[in-house]
Antibody
Framework: QVQLVESGGGVVQPGGSLRLSCAAS????????MHWVRQVPGKGLEWVAV????????DYADSVKGRFTISRDNSKNTLYLQMSSLRPGDMAVYYC????????????WGQGTLVTVSS | SYVLTQPPSVSVAPGKTADITCGGN??????VNWYQQKPGQAPVVVIY???DRPSGIPERFSGSNSGITATLTISGVEAGDEADYYC???????????FGGGTKLTVL
């Protein structure tokens, strides 16, 4: 079945870096754009970044632009999010999600990985 | 930035109908998607393209987009429908994705 599994979350100090991974299975990974979406515990959802199906283009929310980099390795069916200059406000559960359809909904989502930014 | 406005909470008795609204500037020109998120779980799409329902989602879930407000309607509400619901759009002008603030549905 279609599945996304995130990893790489953990505790990092303010100003530090972390790389998240999202392993995809059960579908043709290289045919879909992929996203990262985050959620501060107890709060709402915030779109973070998107990468095209072939990795040739990407885009970011203003809140992370210049600090985060989304990428993918289609040979490994894996999506990445390199996060640097982390701030307390970046502390959240990070989900990867597949882009679907002309209206660009997210389906499925991974189970999420928690990033804690604290000294 | 495109702002989507949802009521923070909606309460409904079992068996009744719940309407969850999502407002945004000229929202009728956009396609709205809806997600259900239960505690400790990832979101799941329940409506896409304003009113289409993915396979496996009960017919009790429906959506509409009037141009002023998009609405997720849950008919015959069950206790298992208690969750947070989020609307979402893709804004073509910015090529960014936006979520509403979420609505907590409480089944009385």
């Amino acid at each position: 079945q279609v599945q996304l599994v995130e990893s790489g979350g953990g505790v990092v100090q303010p100003g530090g870096s972390l790389r998240l991974s999202c392993a995809a299975s059960g579908f043709m990974f290289n045919s879909y754009a992929m996203h990262w979406v985050r959620q501060v515990p107890g709060k709402g959802l915030e779109w973070v970044a998107v990468v095209s199906f072939d990795g040739s283009s990407e885009d970011y929310a203003d809140s992370v632009k210049g600090r985060f980099t989304i990428s993918r390795d289609n040979s490994k069916n894996t999506l990445y999010l390199q996060m640097s200059s982390l701030r307390p406000g970046d502390m959240a559960v990070y989900y990867c999600a597949r882009d679907r359809g002309q209206t660009h909904w997210f389906e499925p989502w991974g189970q999420g990985t928690l990033v804690t930014v604290s000294s | 930035s495109y702002v989507l406005t949802q009521p923070p909470s909606v309460s409904v008795a079992p068996g009744k109908t719940a309407d969850i609204t999502c407002g945004g500037n000229n929202i009728g020109s956009k396609s709205v998607n809806w997600y259900q998120q239960k505690p400790g779980q990832a979101p799941v799409v329940v409506i896409y393209y304003d009113s289409d329902r993915p396979s496996g989602i009960p017919e009790r879930f429906s959506g509409s987009n009037s141009g002023i407000t998009a609405t997720l309607t849950i008919s015959g509400v069950e206790a298992g429908d208690e969750a947070d619901y989020y609307c979402q759009v893709w804004d073509t002008s910015s090529d960014h994705w936006f979520f509403g603030g979420g609505t907590k549905l409480t089944v009385l």
